[in-house]
């Protein structure tokens, strides 16, 4: 069974631009999670979407923002980015529904870089 | 409010000793979850464990084992007879079964573990 995919691996944009990153969940997985993992912040959680629903949300600004689609692809989008954006943005997947609370399984990562 | 805290930042072992990290969390929720995950330098992380509010029992993986006590509110992994291998960065995380946070993982800030040969 394929694990969690994120894409780009690694991507360096300027400040001012905006960018989006993309995860494909583990088959049969209706929930997706984002997650910012920095060096001075640690991780720190910015959404999740099960059934191209949001249903819960981090306290980030509004620049951050995501989307999950019908075969539960997500998708997310930093607009107007800053040098403080850079970090690796991870994305989990579970089964959701009721049972969100199983183990959330983490893809390998985008390499962001703000330069 | 929900907290977790790993006190230890590094550690450092020799191969095939023992060695301990801690947990300790903060939740006012009666029913939750705990992991730990493993972060090797590739970055992604993977899964270790979950233990639910409810299973109080010390469970054992082969050579992981952990730790789980409500009363000091401590969810501690040992491994035992470390190897290189086990080098990384783990986790720890707090998930709340109900409510607006419902499945969001709190982390602590994560112990990096370093094993020498």
């Known amino acids: 069974k394929a694990g969690v995919t994120q894409t780009p691996r690694y991507l360096i944009k300027t400040r001012g631009q905006q960018v989006t990153l993309s995860c494909s969940p583990i088959?049969?997985?209706?929930?997706v999670s984002w997650y910012q993992q920095t060096p001075g912040q640690g991780l720190q959680f910015l959404f999740e979407?099960?059934?191209?629903?949001?249903?819960n949300k981090g306290n980030f600004p509004g620049r951050f923002s995501g989307r999950q689609f019908s075969n539960s692809r997500s998708e997310m989008n930093v607009s107007t980015l800053e040098l403080g954006d850079s970090a690796l943005y991870l994305c989990?997947?579970?089964?959701?529904?009721?049972?969100?609370?199983?183990?959330?399984?983490f893809g390998p990562g985008t390499r962001l870089t703000v330069l | 409010a929900q907290k977790v805290t790993q006190a230890q930042t590094e550690i450092s072992v020799v191969e095939k000793e023992d060695v301990t990290l801690d947990c300790v969390y903060e939740?006012?929720?009666?029913?939750?979850?705990l992991f730990w995950y493993k972060q090797p330098p590739s970055g992604e992380l993977v899964f270790l464990i979950r233990r639910n509010s409810f299973d109080e029992q010390n469970e054992i993986s082969g050579r992981y084992s952990w730790n789980f006590q409500k009363s000091t509110s401590s969810f501690n992994f040992t491994i035992t007879a470390s190897q290189v291998v086990d080098s990384a960065v783990y986790f720890c995380?707090?998930?709340?079964?109900?409510?607006?946070?419902?499945?969001?993982?709190?982390f602590g800030r994560g112990t990096q573990l370093t094993v020498w040969p």
């Open positions: 088959s049969g997985h209706r929930s």
């Open positions: 995380a707090l998930s709340e079964a109900r409510g607006s946070t419902l499945g969001r993982l709190y």
């Open positions: 939740t006012r929720d009666t029913t939750y979850y």
């Open positions: 979407y099960f059934s191209e629903t949001q249903r």
């Open positions: 989990a997947s579970s089964l959701g529904a009721e049972e969100i609370h199983n183990e959330q399984f």
